[in-house]
């Protein structure tokens, strides 16, 4: 008996392993091969180069950051001057542009432009996606140049929207007036939208523009946003440089707790206080996490990178569905690699008392939650109730304008993705290219209507340290990194025509 037990043991076993060696062996490289492009030595040789100038380049990008476009959360500080100021600038800077596309404006200051496709065409329409508005700055006095002097100091262009957004959307517009000066027409349809107000969250910009053309019957076959960019060392085992073209977004809900219980005088405290019983509730709420899962874009995301990684890493993530466990641990272990995975609460404000020594018999505190796909909304405020249980406390949904579902997965395998996928290589050379999932909200989400795919992806090669600086202190672009953005959407646009 023992014999016949250790022979079906042994028999399992060895099935097993076989089992994982060949998805292992299945688990082959999704890159691709392809050779990059000299474009330095292109714009020297072809004539189609005429409008190339990088030093014009370079100034139209510190014009950009010069006007004051900030989208402050208090609307009353708005300024309408410096949004129209701003398109008279790209009017002037872009005259075949403007004068070739179709303009529309939405809520008078977002613009979208139309670039129409030859008549023939059979494709779809695309849609190129990038903000004029920027986040206001908080400390001026720790930035080394003024944020809004668009200083060009010799290799950086500095200011506010230096990275976030109008390297990406001066790069768009560059390449368009390069290709208009060729004489080039796409051979489809090309949308560029121009939000002014992305950082509160596009609802008078690009969710009314994603409405007005839903009207009209427009669908497109990809629409490309920020999101990601090509970045190195976050991913610690890939040790090439990794481009994440964003496939899905996490939803985004703030939760409200207020806790009502007895006031007082403070010499004679109850056991349990107002703020005592909402701390911990927020503790209760760090401890228990909802559950982390791999989802589908983070097991597409693996599936990409996998293949790249060392043998003991390709074993574990071509087998990702037997070692699920151990895979989550060891990314739950970074605050990056584990919002990909999880949904994420963090407390962000909490407020009560007015005086020491009363006993205030209100307290307040938001928590906000950032929501991987298969988790959602309703799902978090049940979690939350559930994890409180506590009479005196309310839980409600905040139901501010940033509030979203998880976004849609859109697909890694499109002839879109492709493009993309190959742009990338023909610009960047030999770097890593990768579906993955975004951790924060863009306004590419006001599309998922009237998009076969979504992706989300700014042509920059950027270092964690890098990130900070997008809405940190002294944002700043180099030179080098925005004429390669403009270099990848010219090559871009002539890729999407060619396909
Ligand atoms: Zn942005």
Redesign the pocket.
Known sequence: MIKKFLLFITISLSTLLIWMIWNMSSFSSKQINIDSIDFLNISRVDSTFIGYDPIKFTENLSEAIKYKTISYSDSSLFEPIQFLSFHKFLERAYPLVFSNLEKSNFSNYSILLKWNGNSESLHNPILLMA?MDVVPVENQDSWTNFPFSGKIDGDYVWGRGAI??KSSLIAILESLELLLYSGFTPNRDIYIAIGHD??NSGRNGNKLISESLRNEGVYFDMVLD?GSVLTEGIISSVEKPLAVIGIAEKGYVSIELTCNYGSGHSSMPDKETTIGKLSKAIVKIERNRMPSKLTAPVKKFFSYIGPEMSFQNRFLLSNSSFFSASILSKLNEDPITSAMVGTTAAPTIIEGGLKSNVLPSMARAVINYRIRQGDSINKVLKHVEMIINDNDISVKVLNDDLRAEPSKVSNPESPEFNIIHKTINEIFGDVIVAPGVILAT?DSRHYQKIAKNIYRFMPIQMTSDDLSM?HGSNEKISIDSFITMIHFYYQLIKNIHAS
Do not use: I, K, Y
């Open positions: 903000h976030d957004d992305e950082e920020e863009t997008v």
